[in-house]
C-alpha cells in the first residue's frame, strides 16, 4: 500500500480529516526551507505538499508567486526540491510527499527520468496544474511505472462529463480546488463546498481533499467536518513572508513561527470529528 | 520528419499541430475553453456570423487593404519587385483589428459580459478596447508596467475607447506577465468573461481561430497579386512576435510549394546575447500560456524575458503552428537586430512615405537581404502589420542617443 493511501487508512481509522500543508522548496533559501520541511510532520501535517517553483506561475496568487520568486532567486530548481525530498526521507518514512508544479519544468527535466527520481526520493504523489486528463498522457504511463500517485484537480466548472475522465487517471485522491481562482483568493462557503464533496463522492471512492482558498483554523475546521484532508498552502506562505527582513533574508524566529501556525491549525483539525 | 506534401490545414480535433499547440490549463479553465471551442465551430459555419464579419471587415475595419507595389523600395533593394500588404491602413492602424472583429462577434454569441485581453505594444489593446467601444462590452486589458511607459499614446487611447488598463508589475512586466495576470484574472471570473487572445497562441481553439480570423490577409493578397502579376509571388515575408500576421499571410499560400515564405523574429542586440526574442532560433520545445511550443527559457525550464527594440515582439514563446512549419521545414525562420529593424524604418519612412510599425520594419529589412540576390521577375510580399506612430516617441529617443 502506498504511504498516501495508509494515510488516509489512518486517518479514517481515526475518524478525522487530515491537514497537507505546503510550501515552495527553496523558499525563502534552501537550509530553511529543508529545516520547514523537517518540521511540519512533528507540527501535525499528516501529508507534505511541495512546490516546485516556476517563473510563470499561472494558477498562484500573489504571495506563492513571491514565494516562488524568492525560491528561484535562492536556487531552487526541480533537482534541488528532489534533493529536499531525499534529506526528508532519512528521518521520515511516514509522511506523504507530493510535488505540486507547473509541466515545463518537469518537461524540460525530462518526465521519465523525472518520474523514476521522484520516487527514488522518496515522493509518493505529483499534482501538475496546467497538465489537464487530455494532455497528460506522457506523464501518466511514466508515473503509473513508478508507482507514483498522479492527483488531478476537480474543479467548480468541472461538469459531469469531465468528471469521469478525471477520476479515471487519478489515484491517491482526488484534490477539490473549492473556488474558481488563483491560490490564496477568496473563500468559498462551507455549504458550496460541503455540495461538491457530496457530488465527488458519488463518482468515486477515492478520499477527497479540498484546497484553495483555506486560511483560518474555523475554515479547515469545518471542511474537516465534510473532507478527508485540508490542504492550507498560501496561509502558511504568509507567516513565513511575514518573518523576512526586507532583503527576504529568514529572521530567527521563522521556522518555529511557520510550524507553530501549522501547530494549531493541526491540533484544531484534530479536534474536529469527520461527519462524512 | 514529415513528408512535404502535406497538406496544411487544421491541427487535429485536440489542438495539435505534430507535438506543438494543445490545452495546457488548469482545469478550472479546462471546461470554458471547450465551450469557446463549440461556440467557435458553430459560429464559423452559420451564414449570419461570416455576414455579420464580412460586414464590419469591409465597412469598419476597412478591408480589404490594398496590395501596394513600392517601387522606391524596390529600386533600392536592387533586386526583386517588393509589394507591401497594408494592414497598417486598417482602422486602429495594424492587423489586430481582424482578429478583434471576430472574436467580439464570438463573444457576443456566448452572451459574455467583459472582455479581457493582454497586450504588449498596445496594439491588441488598442484593438479590443475599440471593439469593446463599438459593441458596448465591459473591457480590461493587461499590460505590463514597462510596457506601459515605452507605449504611453496607445494607454491613453486605450482609457479614451473606455477601457480600464492594469498596470502589471511581476516579472519582467511586459507582455509575458500581462498575459500571467490575464490567465489569473479568467479563472478567478471564468463564467462572465471573455478573454480575447491577440495572437495565434494560448490553448486550443485560440491558435487556431485567430490564425482563421487573420487569414483574410493572406486571401486577400491571393487576389491581389493575380490581378497585378498574374502569377503567385515567390516570397512571402512577416515579422513574428507570437505570429499571427505572418500566419495570417501565409496561410492561405502553404500548399503551393513554390511561394517561399520566411518568418522573422526579433534578433534584439543579437541572437548571441541573451536580449532577443528569438524563440525559434534561440529557444526550445516547452510548456507555457496554454500551448506546447518553442520558448526562450533556462536549461531548468524557467522561462526567460524577451527583449526586442519592438514591444509587439518582445515575447518568449510563438504560435506553435510556426514551431511546426519551423520543424518540418515549410517555413524560413530568420532573425533581425535591432539596428536592421531601425535602418529598415527609416528607409521606408524616407522612400515610400511610409511610417511602419518597428515590427513591421522586422519583414522589411529582411526583404533588403534576400532581394539582392533576385531580379525583377521575382516577387516579394511583405505583411507591413501596422503603422509606427506609435513608435515615433521610441525612435526620437533611440536616435537621440546615438543608438545605431
Known sequence: MSRISEKFTTLKNENRAGLITFLVAGDPDLVTSQAILDGLSMAGADMIEIGIPFSDPMADGPIIQASSLRALIAGSSVSNTLKMVQIFRKKNTITPIILMGYYNPIYIYGVVKFCIEAKVSGVDGLIVVDLPPEEAEELIKPAKDQCVDLIFLATPTTDNIRLPLILEYTSGFIYYVSITGVTGACSASICDIADAVTSLRRYTTLPVAVGFGLKSSNQVMAVGKIADAAVVGSAIVQKLADCLTVDNRPKSDLVKNVLHFVNELATNLQLTVNLK | ?404
Open chain 2, 1 to 404: 520528419m514529415q513528408s512535404v506534401n502535406i497538406t496544411f490545414t487544421n491541427p487535429d480535433n485536440r489542438g495539435h499541430f505534430g507535438i506543438y499547440g494543445g490545452r495546457y490549463v488548469s482545469e478550472t479553465l479546462m471546461p470554458l475553453i471547450l465551450s469557446v471551442e463549440r461556440a467557435y465551430r458553430l459560429a464559423k459555419s452559420d451564414p449570419m456570423f461570416i455576414n455579420e464579419l464580412s460586414y464590419y471587415l469591409n465597412n469598419y475595419v476597412g478591408r480589404p487593404s490594398p496590395l501596394y507595389f513600392a517601387k522606391n523600395l524596390t529600386r533600392a533593394f536592387g533586386g526583386a519587385k517588393i509589394y507591401l500588404k497594408r494592414e497598417d491602413l486598417n482602422h486602429t492602424g495594424a492587423h489586430k483589428i481582424n482578429n478583434c472583429i471576430g472574436q467580439i462577434l464570438l463573444a457576443k454569441r456566448m452572451g459574455k459580459q467583459q472582455i479581457i485581453a493582454e497586450t504588449g505594444a498596445g496594439q491588441h489593446g488598442v484593438a479590443t478596447a475599440t471593439v469593446c467601444a463599438l459593441f458596448g462590452l465591459k473591457c480590461l486589458i493587461f499590460m505590463g508596467a514597462t510596457d506601459i511607459e515605452r507605449q504611453k499614446p496607445n494607454v491613453y487611447r486605450m482609457k479614451l475607447l473606455g477601457a480600464e488598463v492594469r498596470a502589471v508589475t511581476s516579472g519582467g512586466a511586459t507582455l509575458k506577465d500581462a498575459m500571467n495576470e490575464a490567465m489569473r484574472y479568467w479563472v478567478t471570473n471564468v463564467n462572465d468573461v471573455y478573454y480575447m487572445i491577440g495572437t495565434v497562441a494560448g490553448p486550443h481553439p485560440f491558435p487556431t481561430m485567430v490564425r482563421d480570423f487573420q487569414s483574410i490577409i493572406g486571401k486577400e493578397t491571393r487576389m491581389q497579386i493575380m490581378i497585378a502579376e498574374g502569377r503567385l509571388p515567390n516570397y512571402l515575408i512577416a515579422c513574428i512576435g507570437g505570429g499571427s500576421n505572418a500566419i495570417g499571410l501565409f496561410h492561405t499560400f502553404l500548399n503551393d510549394k513554390d511561394v517561399h515564405m520566411v518568418g522573422v523574429e526579433a534578433a534584439g542586440r543579437g541572437l548571441q546575447t541573451n536580449k532577443h526574442a528569438s524563440s525559434l532560433n534561440g529557444g526550445m520545445p516547452g510548456v507555457l500560456h496554454g500551448n506546447r511550443t518553442y520558448l526562450l527559457q533556462t536549461t531548468d525550464g524557467q522561462i526567460n524575458e524577451a527583449y526586442s527594440i519592438s514591444a509587439g515582439l518582445d515575447y518568449p514563446g510563438i504560435g506553435p503552428e510556426h514551431a511546426w512549419l519551423h520543424d518540418i521545414g515549410r517555413v524560413n525562420y530568420v532573425s533581425v537586430t535591432d539596428d536592421q529593424a531601425l535602418d529598415a524604418f527609416q528607409q521606408t519612412i524616407s522612400l515610400e512615405g511610409i511610417i511602419p510599425a518597428l515590427e513591421s520594419a522586422h519583414a522589411i529589412s529582411y526583404a533588403k537581404v534576400i532581394s539582392r540576390d533576385l531580379s525583377l521577375d521575382h516577387l516579394i510580399v511583405i505583411s507591413l502589420s501596422g503603422r509606427g506612430d506609435k513608435d515615433v516617441p521610441t525612435v526620437a529617443n533611440l536616435l537621440a542617443d546615438g543608438y545605431s
